[in-house]
């Protein structure tokens, strides 16, 4: 699990600036839960 929060991570700290990038981070992090 460790390993796939370093992916939408590093892709957050890279797209800050975009908001469409924070939601979809922020999905992925439900979808994390969710499994």
């Known amino acids: 699990l460790k390993s ?5 991570m590093k892709i957050g700290e890279r797209e800050l600036t975009i908001p469409v990038d ?14």
């Open 22 to 35: 924070v939601s979809w981070s922020a999905r992925s992090w439900g979808e994390m839960e969710e499994l």
């Open 4 to 8: 796939c929060l370093t992916i939408p």
